[in-house]
């Protein structure tokens, strides 16, 4: 069964910085690329970062210049790093697989907020 588990959640200040983790288990992926996104309430889940597997990434416009996706492939895992958060970056964070296979599904992880609040 595949797990795909978040960390690294929680409450900043505006202007500051959280590292999100992101380690998938339970089966081996061969073509795939990997994503964070995120779901405010009430808003629909948005695109943030994703990252293919020789490193080709692509961002969501609100967060260019401010967040960086890397993977760790020895480990299926993956990472964004948050800078010069905003309070209308609050939200819940997931990341997914996307696997390049037809009829494979995408698997998406459980969330972890992320409160940007004075």
């Known amino acids: 069964q595949v797990q795909l588990v978040e960390s690294g959640g929680g409450l900043v200040q505006p202007g500051g910085s959280l590292r999100l983790s992101c380690v998938a288990s339970g089966r081996t992926f061969s073509n795939y690329v990997m994503g964070w996104y995120r779901q405010a309430p009430g808003k629909e889940r948005e695109m943030i970062a994703r990252?293919?597997?020789?490193?080709?990434?692509n961002y969501g416009d609100s967060v260019k210049g401010r967040f960086t996706i890397s993977r760790d492939n020895a480990k299926t895992a993956v990472y964004l790093q948050m800078n010069s958060l905003k309070p209308e970056d609050t939200a819940v964070y997931y990341c997914?697989?996307?696997?390049?296979?037809?009829?494979?599904?995408?698997?998406w992880g459980q969330g972890t907020q992320v409160t940007v609040s004075s």
């Open positions: 990252i293919s597997r020789n490193g080709i990434t």
């Open positions: 997914n697989v996307l696997v390049l296979v037809p009829s494979q599904p995408t698997y």
